[in-house]
């Protein structure tokens, strides 16, 4: 069975860092894009940015470029998404999801999601 | 960027209807490389559709998509409660990839 699993809930204030994971499993890890998307409080999905852990080549929705860094240890099936300093902006639910290969290489849709991890930022 | 504007944003129907909702966008979707997804109150959105018109595994065949170029459609042919929820299109045509602000389907 499939599953992407999350870290918890984090409460942090801002400027703090932080660094998410989400941990493969039932599938061959380094064969599939894992993505990671926000939804703010009430809002809609926002796609953030991918990784390809069998070669770790990473790609950034332009909005999110610089802001956070995405990561993956094949070794341990794990993806992370991480800040170095966080703002009361960076308040929303992050999920990974898997997403197979298309045209050869590529990225695409998601057919499994993580349960989310809920990242409160306040002071 | 793509951009997908979804229609209407809400719907609200009976159990046993049928929920039509639109997926336009900004410029032609690549190989029709579109899907959709539900998404219930607390949880993760699931897939239902890609490819505009494959369903996922497990997606009851009440769920149909179709559609090419700039204007997609998710059908559900006749609504079942538990599928009352926010549907949301995604583009995966060109990158960045893209999600529609959602439709939410609601009881009558």
């Known amino acids: 069975e499939v599953q992407l699993v999350q870290s918890g809930a984090e409460v942090k204030k801002p400027g703090e860092s932080l660094k998410i994971s989400c941990k493969g499993s039932g599938y061959s890890f380094t064969g599939y894009w894992i993505g990671w998307v926000r939804q703010m409080p009430g809002k809609g999905l926002e796609w953030m940015g991918i990784?390809?852990?069998?070669?770790?080549?990473?790609r950034y929705s332009p909005p999110f470029q610089g802001q956070v860094t995405i990561s993956a240890d094949k070794s341990i099936s794990t993806a992370y998404l991480q800040w170095s300093s966080l703002k009361a902006s960076d308040t929303a639910m992050y999920y990974c999801?898997?997403?197979?290969?298309?045209?050869?290489?590529?990225?695409?849709?998601?057919?499994?999601w993580g349960q989310g991890t809920l990242v409160t930022v306040s002071s | 960027d793509i951009v997908l504007t979804q229609s209407p944003g809400t719907l609200s129907l009976s159990p046993g209807e049928r929920a039509t909702l639109s997926c336009r966008a900004s410029q032609s979707v690549s190989s029709n490389y579109l899907a959709w997804y539900q998404q219930k109150p607390g949880q993760a959105p699931r897939l239902l559709i890609y490819?505009?018109?494959s369903r996922a595994t497990g997606i009851p065949d009440r769920f149909g998509g179709s559609g090419s170029g700039t204007d997609f459609t998710l059908t559900i042919s006749r609504l079942e409660p538990e599928d009352f929820a926010v549907y949301y299109c995604?583009?995966?045509?060109?990158?960045?990839?893209?999600f529609g602000g959602g439709t939410r389907v609601e009881i009558k």
């Open positions: 990784i390809y852990p069998g070669d770790s080549d990473t």
């Open positions: 999801a898997r997403s197979p290969l298309i045209r050869g290489y590529s990225y695409g849709h998601f057919d499994y």
């Open positions: 490819g505009a018109s």
């Open positions: 995604q583009q995966y045509g060109s990158s960045p990839l893209t």
